[in-house]
């Protein structure tokens, strides 16, 4: 179509992104405020890879990209997109790719992932309940490169209390569990980016720097949203909601030499209250990794699978996939 514009996204274009993505992107909660912090307040946000397309002044569809970062351990990709219902297969999501690879490639990456990209996310990787949207990422070259899943936790009806089991933890282990403040920063950043670097034992890559980059962003919200459990003034467990995306609980990891004596299920149920308090009925763990943990303690259910797609651009193979 030749009255289609494509423009970088700004800040001024946020009242008409957040009624776009609520109009099209189901599951996910959308407002301009969301939007400012998970993509212009990004620390690698680049205009170049947030294009958006307008005919004359209305919005008709947009796709928000991302840098590798080695510094926070993050590859680059594209991290949300949506179109226009009544504007689809008029080549519109085509060109705002086209833009986002190019652009990544000019860049220096060696592949781009979807939608899992950059450091402020929406999701861990395509959800695959938005079926139009996985089938065009398969006709463009994404390939599927791991997976994932959310669970949901209805916060009106599951216990939460934990103060016997604190109790205990302080008496027997010398453990408490306490909500940190900025004062908190760097030894929080410090512990999670060593304690973490490897999460888990598929982990293929460190991802220590991008867990302490979310950890420690909770300390940034009001109230802090940064659980950290703590023995002789060594940190040894942490959760934290509102991070990895809006309305979540993750990430959340627990010191090998502290499992098994409920410092994970005190870590857990503390975020889940900060989330309860706000109103929300249904807390979503993001990511979630030991799900029989998450079913047993607190009845969570799988709510959604996430695939991780990973394309290579130009002279490169997909080797940073499951970052």
């Known amino acids: 179509m030749t009255n289609l514009e494509t ?17 099209e992107i189901a599951y ?8 400012q912090d998970r993509i212009l307040d990004d620390p690698d946000f680049d205009p170049d890879l947030s294009p958006t397309v307008w005919q004359g002044e209305r919005l008709v569809g ?11 351990q993050t590859v680059g990709g594209v991290k949300l997109f949506a179109v226009a219902s009544e504007m689809r297969r008029q080549g519109i ?21 979807a939608i899992i990209a950059g450091n402020n996310r929406f999701m861990q990787g395509l959800d695959l309940r938005y079926t139009e949207a996985l089938c065009f990422l398969e006709a463009r070259g994404y390939e599927r490169a791991g997976d994932g899943m ?7 009806n599951t216990p939460l209390d934990t103060s016997e089991k604190e109790e205990e933890l302080a008496r027997d282990h010398g453990l408490r569990v306490r909500r940190l403040t900025m004062d908190d920063y760097q030894q929080a950043w410090d512990y999670v980016a060593r304690e973490f670097e490897y999460p888990s034992a598929l982990a293929t890559d460190p991802v ?12 940034k919200l009001d109230p802090p949203t940064l659980w950290m459990a703590e023995k002789d003034g060594e940190f040894c467990g942490f959760a934290v909601t509102d991070v990895a995306a809006p309305e979540r609980l993750g990430p959340m990891g627990v010191s ?19 989330l309860r308090a706000r109103g929300v009925e249904t807390g979503v763990i993001y990511g979630a990794g030991p799900y029989a943990f998450y079913a047993r303690t607190v009845n969570a259910t799988i709510n959604a699978v996430f695939w991780r797609l990973c394309k290579p651009l130009p002279k ?6 499951f970052t």
Request: proline share 6%; with cysteine; aromatic share 2%.
């Open 7 to 23: 423009r970088p996204l700004e800040a001024r274009h946020l009242p008409a992104a957040a009624a776009l993505c609520r109009c």
């Open 62 to 72: 947009l796709a928000c990209g991302a840098p590798p970062s080695e510094e926070l």
């Open 256 to 274: 090998p030499e502290v499992r098994k004596l409920g410092v994970g299920t005190v870590l857990l149920k503390r975020a889940l209250v900060d």
């Open 28 to 35: 996910l909660p959308f407002s301009e405020a969301i939007l």
């Open 150 to 156: 959310d669970m949901d936790v209805d916060l009106r």
């Open 316 to 321: 490169t193979s997909c080797s940073q996939c």
């Open 93 to 113: 999501a085509t060109r705002l790719f086209d833009q986002i690879e190019d652009r990544l490639a000019g860049l220096g990456a060696g592949e781009s992932v």
């Open 208 to 219: 220590g720097r991008r867990g302490a980059y979310l950890a420690t962003s909770g300390l």
